[in-house]
């Protein structure tokens, strides 16, 4: 007898759960966004708007307030590959982006090289840092994990500040830049794709497997056989690399850089509320929670100013009450109930 066909006086509930688990051989009647052709078709149409989206006349405003929607979703997929999906929740993840931009500033001021020379270079220098503090900091275990990164971040930051004849310490570093917005549009959209595909592979790939075994029991990972610091620094230097490469195009974009703009304090927090609002651990939460907040922050901030955060704040609450497992989270886990309510039925 099939694994898939309950047996007689199976109980209900294990009737259920067997059809359950045979619905990719007969397709429940669920909902079609499901189908992974679908889906890959309305990501593709999203794509292809987005690319033409710029000759629709757009201001650069509007190209600026877009561009940054796909930078924090490059932003937030990165940090949710460490945070999310080994659970090594990084609280000082921002230390990267000042990294890749001091990297990309430095070489400009004291090297004279052409900026665009120096973009795969702030990625490697993210993942050379990566190795040297991931190694002695991911045998730490939960909040003390998270402390060390915070004290990384802020010495880093302090470091910019006091070497001041290299960094330019609080006076900062002008870059000599042409602002395209139209350009920086597609360079952000590009990383923005970029990464959640790959997250998206990362997902379905042994190596995502692995992480997310160590993020519900690393105990239990390393009983299985599962090199849990090769898998932990993986993550943590491919995350590190990422930001890394964005924090120089952001640096260069602004055309001037100092600690407090590259090493700044909300760039944390930003990071763990988008990601907490679209889904922690999931494919398409950071990129959901990073677009709500960036429009709903762009749209109240000038009529209500500082009173946003007050507002978002609460919203958040709310969402973390109400939604645990962020807004993808949850809408995952109802249509999983769902599914499984409707193959009780049909065996009743």
């Known amino acids: 007898m099939s694994s898939g066909t309950p047996t007689v006086g199976t109980p209900p509930r294990q ?13 429940l009647p669920a909902s079609r966004l499901a189908d992974p052709r679908l ?8 794509l292809a708007a987005l690319l033409v989206t710029p000759a629709f006349g757009l201001n650069n405003s509007a190209l600026l307030l877009l561009s940054t929607v796909f930078m924090w979703i490059g932003l937030t997929s990165s940090w949710n590959i460490i945070s999310g999906f080994t659970g090594y929740v990084d609280f000082g993840h921002g230390v990267f982006f000042g990294i ?6 430095l070489l400009v001021t004291h090297v004279d090289m052409p900026f665009w020379y120096t973009v795969p270079l702030a990625p490697v220098a993210g993942l050379v840092f990566a190795l040297v503090i991931g190694y002695p900091l991911l045998r730490l275990r939960g909040v003390y994990f998270s402390i060390a990164m915070l004290g990384a971040f802020m010495a880093m930051r302090e470091l910019a500040l006091v070497f001041r004849d290299f960094t330019g310490g609080s006076g900062g570093i002008i870059f000599e830049s042409v602002i395209d917005r139209a350009l920086f549009y597609y360079v952000f959209l590009g990383i923005a794709v970029a990464v959640v595909l790959g997250t998206i592979w990362l997902r ?14 690393e105990i239990g990972a390393e009983a299985r056989g599962i090199n849990t610091t090769m898998v932990k620094l993986t993550a943590f230097c491919v995350s590190g690399a990422i930001t890394a490469l964005i924090g120089s195009l952001w640096a260069y974009q ?3 850089i100092d600690p407090a703009i590259m090493f700044r304090d909300i760039l944390l927090i930003n990071l763990a509320l988008m990601v907490t609002l679209g889904g922690l651990g999931t494919v398409w939460g950071p990129a959901l929670g990073a ?3 960036v429009l709903l922050r762009e749209t109240l901030w000038g009529t209500e100013g500082e009173e946003f955060l007050l507002f978002f704040g609460a919203a958040l609450i709310v969402v973390v009450l109400t939604l645990r497992k962020g807004i993808v989270g949850t809408l995952a886990d109802r249509a999983h109930l769902a599914r499984a309510r409707r193959a009780a039925k049909e065996d009743r």
């Open 39 to 46: 889906r890959a078709g309305l990501f593709v149409a999203g």
């Open 204 to 217: 379905r790939s042994q190596l995502g497997a692995s992480m997310l075994a160590i993020r519900e029991s």
């Open 291 to 293: 677009t709500v907040f």
């Open 100 to 105: 890749g931009g001091y990297t990309a500033g």
């Open 15 to 27: 009737k259920a759960a067997d059809r359950l688990s045979a619905a990719p051989v007969r397709e």
């Open 254 to 256: 602004t055309a001037f």
